[in-house]
């Protein structure tokens, strides 16, 4: 899943983001003369129960339709794909995932759902009729949708907030009510990536092991040691080992290799 989460990037291209509804020839024929080579789909779900409790002006249908229109008249399809949606579990946003992969999108924005001041959605929150994600359930699905995603080699080129209105991080502070708003959140998906991934490798060793480095490349050690030190110290615990990052520029970004320093002496004597 780490080379899946390096796709990340912003979109060079000139793209746009829009709605399903508003998708016909004559729109798409104005977008190529402004020179648009990428239209994103701003989807909440293919679940039209989902989409009416949203209260959007389109179904599954128009989806569909949108998708194709716009591949046909030669642009690249994106998708901007919202989690933790009032009436949406986990179920449901998987199978949305698994329904837009079938139009073959060329890259994808991931968005928790966040409570803003001044919302529909503040109101359900205030009544307790709706219940944000966690910062952790966040996370969790947003990994689950890179790893679905990244199996098709679809490039993933935001993951976190997009708010139109909000134009940097003390104004999400003064409007977010609720939700699993962090300044960092990108960066706590991909250390929770490189974190699982780090575990994989140090279970695979056959031996009882004391002290451990973690050779990477320059551009990975952030994710590696994980916002405030946060993958060091649950590996450590985890695994009663110590851990030491060092880097390497031999290798690509993506890559690490773990070398063994020190293994317990009774381990030897076993």
């Not at 966040?138 to 708010?163: D, Q, S, T």
């Amino acid at each position: 899943m780490i080379k899946e989460c390096m796709q990340n990037k912003e979109v060079k291209e000139n793209s746009i983001i829009t709605t399903p509804e508003l998708i016909n020839s004559d729109f798409l024929k104005k977008l190529k003369n402004n020179d648009i080579k990428i239209v994103e789909l701003d989807i909440v779900s293919t679940n039209n129960y989902v989409l009416k409790m949203c209260k959007k002006k389109h179904t599954y249908e128009d989806i569909k339709k949108a998708s194709k229109l716009i591949k046909r008249n030669g642009f690249k399809l994106g998708f901007q794909i919202k989690i933790g949606l009032p009436e949406s579990e986990k179920e449901d946003e998987i199978n949305t995932i698994k329904q837009l992969l079938k139009y073959k999108p060329k890259v994808i924005r991931i968005s928790p759902i966040l409570v803003l001041k001044g919302t529909d959605l503040e109101k359900l929150y205030l009544d307790r009729l709706y219940t944000p994600l966690t910062i952790v359930q966040a996370v969790e699905r947003c990994k689950e949708i890179i790893h679905i995603f990244g199996k098709k080699i679809i490039k993933i080129v935001r993951i976190g907030f997009v708010e139109r209105n909000i134009k940097d991080d003390n104004e999400y502070k003064e409007q977010v009510v609720a939700g699993p708003y962090h300044s960092e959140f990108r960066q706590l998906v991909e250390d929770s990536i490189w974190c699982d991934s780090i575990a994989e490798k140090i279970k695979k060793i056959n031996v009882k092991v004391k002290e451990i480095t973690i050779l990477a490349n320059s551009g990975n050690v952030k994710n590696i040691i994980g916002y405030n030190n946060e993958n060091i110290k649950k590996l450590e615990s985890t695994y009663s080992i110590k851990i030491n990052v060092k880097e390497d520029n031999k290798f690509r970004l993506g890559k690490f290799k773990i070398d063994i320093n020190e293994i317990y002496r009774d381990f030897l004597d076993e």
